[in-house]
């Protein structure tokens, strides 16, 4: 079992604002979530209840060592964030 705390930690930009997309503050829980809603991996529906998991969750969640993995194998491979949210996501993966 592993607990990642800071979900409701905002992205912030190179000069230290919070990154907005439209009049949401983007936050690392939002972005992992999302993440795994539009990756690819060997088991979607898995992917998808955590996604689930995080998106609702309010700073922090329990996930189980298999859910992990998979957080963090879809993360690492995703070709489609920048590096500052990348960045952001693997402090919060790295506990």
């Known amino acids: ?3 990642l705390s800071g ?3 905002p992205v912030l ?3 230290g ?3 907005v997309e439209g009049e ?4 690392v829980g939002f972005l ?4 795994l809603a539009r990756g690819s991996c060997d088991e ?3 992917a998808m209840d955590v996604a689930l998991k995080i998106y609702n969750a ?3 969640v329990d996930l189980e060592d298999a859910d992990f993995a998979t957080v963090n194998q879809t993360v690492r491979e995703d070709r489609f964030m920048t590096n500052i949210a990348k960045a952001a996501v693997l402090r919060v993966l790295a506990g």
């Open 1 to 3: 079992m592993k607990t």
């Open 7 to 9: 979900l409701n930690d």
């Open 13 to 15: 930009s190179l000069g």
């Open 17 to 19: 604002e919070p990154l």
């Open 24 to 27: 949401r503050v983007v936050t």
């Open 32 to 35: 992992i979530a999302n993440v």
């Open 44 to 46: 979607p529906v898995r």
């Open 58 to 60: 309010d700073g922090s």
